[in-house]
C-alpha cells in the first residue's frame, strides 16, 4: 500500500505542476498498487492489469466486499493512462487530470478500510 500512496503523491505533484500526462500515469498506477495490495491479502497474486479487474470483481465485488464502483471506477482510469503513455497528441486536460485523481483517491480509501476490516 505504500507503493500507491507515493504513486498518489507523485501524481499530486505533477498535477500541480500542470504535467497532467505523468500525473494521470501516476493516478493509474497509484490505483493499480492499491487494489494489487489487496488481491495479495486474499492469496491472489494477478500479473496482468485485467486479471487485477478480473480477480477483484470475482473475489470483492460479487461477495459486496467491495463497492461495484470500485472496479467501474478504475475501469476509467485505464484508457486514460493508455492514451497518456501511448498517445501521441495531449490528450488529456486539466479538467480530466483532477478527475482522475479524485478516483484514484476514493480507490485508496476504499482499499485502505477495506485492508483494514480483513486483516
Keep these: 500500500m ?3 500512496l507515493e504513486f498518489l503523491d507523485d501524481a ?3 498535477l ?6 505523468t500525473s494521470v500515469n501516476r493516478i493509474y498506477y497509484a490505483s493499480l498498487n492499491a487494489l494489487r495490495s489487496l488481491l495479495f491479502l486474499d492469496g ?3 500479473e496482468t492489469h485485467d486479471e487485477v479487474v478480473t480477480m477483484l470483481s470475482l473475489r470483492f465485488i460479487k461477495t459486496g466486499v467491495l463497492p461495484v464502483d470500485t472496479v467501474k471506477n478504475f475501469k476509467t482510469l485505464v484508457p486514460r493512462r493508455t492514451d497518456v503513455d501511448y498517445g501521441d497528441f495531449d490528450s488529456i486536460n486539466e479538467d480530466e487530470a483532477k478527475e482522475s485523481y479524485s478516483i484514484a483517491s476514493s480507490i485508496i480509501e476504499t482499499v485502505n478500510i477495506t485492508r ?3 486483516v
Excluded at 500541480?16 to 500526462?21: A, I, V, W
Design 2 to 4: 505504500q507503493k500507491a
Design 12 to 14: 499530486k505533484i505533477n
Design 16 to 21: 500541480d505542476n500542470k504535467r497532467y500526462r
Design 44 to 46: 491472489a497474486n494477478p
Design 116 to 118: 483494514q476490516k480483513l
